[in-house]
């Protein structure tokens, strides 16, 4: 008899040097799935291809980093088509910072230096613009932003739901799959702050902590 296989979150950080510890620590105490850890960018792709046999994939966390979409790093080009072959199936997905610019160009959109080609890094005010399924109700949140590329249109069947002063394209949702991205880090913790020069604050981790919470819990329901 054929057993059926548990879902489990994939934690995909993408990060070239320091990984993100605290973050995966708390997405895992956080959600009611198990959540297992990957890092394509340091450690190659040999854990998601054995834990894809071992589980059912319930969702992805799919992490930023330093790195360009457009660097064509070995890691990048047998992590980008695996990744995007799943996503457009229909897993549940949410893209942060890289994460929201790789699922972009997914669905056809370009992807490009901020205005004035400086690095942005601080608390940003983003305001949710449209209700999605993740049903962020906040009529601001203060997120940490880290970029110096944006996204530059709007990608097929993907809808804004979020914008920012400095951002127009800040949050998509796909009109039909079950796909989100923002490109603040909502995920981000003391060790993320610290290391890009931001006094870490336990009230600015509370929004973001938000956004986190409420996609582990539409992953949780989508099942």
């Not at 040999?46 to 457009?70: D, M, N, P, Q």
């Not at 990744?83 to 490009?112: D, M, N, W």
């Not at 890009?196 to 819990?217: M, T, W």
Request: charged share 25%; glycine share 8%; with cysteine.
């Amino acid at each position: 008899m054929a057993v059926d296989k548990i879902s489990e979150i994939f934690f995909l950080d993408l990060a070239i040097h320091d990984p993100e510890t605290e973050a995966y620590e708390e997405v895992t105490r956080a959600s009611s799935l198990p959540v297992s850890y990957h890092s394509p960018s340091r450690e190659g792709m040999e854990s998601l291809y054995k834990r894809e046999e071992e589980v059912s994939i319930g969702g992805f966390l799919v992490l930023g980093s330093v790195a360009s979409i457009y660097d064509g790093c070995p890691w990048q080009s047998a992590f980008h088509p695996w990744l995007e072959s799943r996503v457009k199936k229909g897993i549940p997905t949410f893209g942060i910072c890289y994460g929201h610019q790789l699922i972009a160009s997914f669905f056809g959109a370009k992807v490009g230096s901020v205005a004035g080609g400086q690095k942005f890094t601080g608390l940003r005010k983003v305001k949710p613009i449209k209700e999605t399924a993740l049903g962020i109700k906040e009529q601001s949140l203060s997120i940490l932003a880290c970029h110096n590329e944006e996204v530059k249109e709007l990608p097929q069947g993907m809808a804004v739901f979020a914008k920012s002063p400095e951002v127009e394209f800040e949050g998509f949702y796909h009109k039909d799959l079950p796909i989100f991205t923002l490109q603040t880090h909502p995920e981000a913790r003391s060790d993320f702050y610290k290391k890009r020069g931001v006094l870490p604050c336990e009230e600015n981790f509370a929004d973001g902590r938000k956004v986190i919470r409420s996609f582990l819990d539409f992953t949780q329901n989508f099942l």
